[in-house]
């Protein structure tokens, strides 16, 4: 079955430091990347969305100098949060589909604490 | 303002009880609809999508949409504790567009009482 594993699973980082993380999409062939947050309040915020041979489409409230993302092939992508500041913290969860008619498939997410 | 509403915010139903949960579309674009549920400490997972007006139903899970008002409900008849979780409603714009992207409400949490 399709699959989506996210690493690390959860991570501590220093207040005015970075951190990436990754997507595997196991299973099938990952033709578009979600982004998503989600706050401690449980909502989910659609970060980008990146889609093959498509530029990476970024949501009002985000941006690629912020968080930039890489999907350089069909079953791999990372997601940096640069500069992490508190309000970063939260649950970022990667979902993939294999093609316009196809679900998304989520990861288990990257818990990001930022002290 | 939040695309995709979702009510009530949180349900308790018996063990062997009917949950219904509710969501509704306030952008006409987005109207092909599914419904997620997230298990503590996992990712959401697909329960099941419907597009078209009227039931649709998998096991003792029961869709229902009204395309008229925009209107979603997930029907779950003999719930289980193992039910208890938070269920999302998320929306699309289109269905076989690649690029077009998944909007979620805000989730109800269901718990299930044995």
């Known amino acids: 079955g399709a699959l989506v594993y996210q690493y690390p699973r959860r991570t501590i980082c220093k207040s005015g430091t970075s951190m990436r993380m990754e997507c595997q999409a196991v299973?099938?062939?990952?033709?578009?990347v979600a982004w998503y947050r989600q706050s401690p309040q449980k909502t989910f915020e659609l970060i980008a969305l990146?889609?093959?041979?498509?530029?990476?489409?970024?949501e009002q409230n985000f941006t690629q100098e912020k968080f930039p993302i890489s999907h350089p092939n069909l079953s791999f992508s990372s997601m940096t949060v640069l500069n992490a500041y508190l309000e970063d913290r939260g649950l970022y969860l990667c979902?993939?589909?294999?093609?316009?008619?196809?679900?998304?498939?989520f990861g288990s997410g990257t818990r990001l604490l930022v002290i | 303002q939040q695309k995709v509403q979702q009510s009530p915010e949180s349900l308790s139903v018996p063990e062997g009880g009917m949950a219904s949960l509710n969501c509704t579309s306030s952008?006409?674009?987005?109207?092909y609809f599914w419904w997620y549920r997230q298990h503590s400490g996992e990712g959401p997972k697909a329960l099941m999508?419907?597009?078209?007006?009227g039931d649709k139903k998998e096991g003792r899970f029961t869709a229902h949409l009204n395309k008229a008002s925009l209107h979603v409900s997930l029907h779950i008849r003999d719930s289980q504790p193992s039910d208890s979780a938070l269920y999302f409603c998320?929306?699309?714009?289109?269905?076989?567009?690649?690029?077009?992207?998944?909007?979620f409400g805000i989730g109800t949490l269901l718990s299930v009482k044995p």
């Open positions: 979902g993939a589909r294999g093609g316009a008619f196809s679900d998304y498939t």
């Open positions: 299973g099938f062939q990952a033709t578009s």
């Open positions: 990146s889609t093959v041979n498509s530029a990476i489409k970024y």
């Open positions: 952008d006409r674009n987005f109207q």
């Open positions: 999508s419907i597009f078209s007006d």
């Open positions: 998320a929306a699309r714009r289109h269905y076989g567009s690649s690029g077009n992207k998944l909007i």
